[in-house]
């Protein structure tokens, strides 16, 4: 079945040139040109994935990503203007798991929806052992679920940040240059876009640590990358 995919964006200009490019792909395209409308449309039919203009009347990309957020963990790729580096940081600090800039190429296009959505399709490969555990955290392979310590609920991870933290518990002990991160997580295309890493791992931490700046589950290792360090015996 073709993916799904919610265009917004209050340009006609942009919806027309996305669902062509996302058509011509395979896509089927669902448009709207507000985030009022968008969340309408997310709420009535099942959507795959997102593509979310920030500048938009009503209701901006910042806080209806910040509202899907709050019920949904649908990849989202933020539409954010040239070199506007602030509207990139806040939209990956909302929750959203990439971004495109205007103007922006079909292939770049269809490139980073081809990437998110393979993404978040979560490995179902078998574990030798369904759980493991990290302190005060613990990951229930089965479920795809990451629990703390006297919480009645999952920690609600989106799917690449479960994708990410999983690089940390199968790699625990081992440090992780922020190049081998992204290219794993998001592709070889992406082993320069450090910003983007920087934000996701700052969003495990609010989650997982109970002392965010002063982390016990995923620490740094100035100037060679990032480790789930060993627990002391």
Not at 148 to 172: C, K, M, W
Request: aromatic letters at 8%; a negative charge; one cysteine or more.
């Amino acid at each position: 079945m073709a993916k799904r995919i919610l265009v917004v964006d209050d340009e006609v200009r942009y919806q027309r040139l996305l669902d062509a490019n996302l058509r011509t792909d395979g896509y089927e395209v669902v448009t709207a040109s507000n985030g009022t409308e968008a969340i309408e449309i997310f709420s009535s039919q099942p959507i795959d994935l997102i593509l979310l203009d920030v500048m938009m009347p009503e209701l901006d990309g910042f806080e209806t990503c910040q509202r899907v957020r709050e019920y949904s963990n649908v990849p989202i790729i933020m539409l954010t203007a040239k070199g506007d580096e602030k509207d990139r940081v806040r939209g990956l600090d909302l929750g959203a798991d990439d971004y495109l800039t205007k103007p922006f190429s079909a292939t770049e296009l269809l490139a980073r929806v081809r990437a998110v959505l393979r993404r978040a399709e979560i490995s179902t490969a078998p574990m030798q052992t369904r759980y493991f555990t990290h302190g005060d955290i613990r990951v229930d392979f089965a479920r795809a679920e990451v629990w703390r310590d006297g919480e009645n609920e999952p920690i609600p991870f989106s799917a690449t940040e479960y994708r990410l933290f999983l690089q940390f518990v199968h790699n625990a002990g081992k440090i992780l240059s922020a190049e081998e991160l992204l290219t794993a997580i998001w592709g070889p295309d992406y082993r320069d876009e450090k910003e983007i890493l920087w934000v996701s791992i700052a969003r495990l931490r609010q989650k997982l640590e109970v002392e965010p700046h002063s982390p016990v589950h995923i620490i740094t290792r100035a100037g060679l990358g990032y480790m789930m360090p060993p627990l002391e015996e």
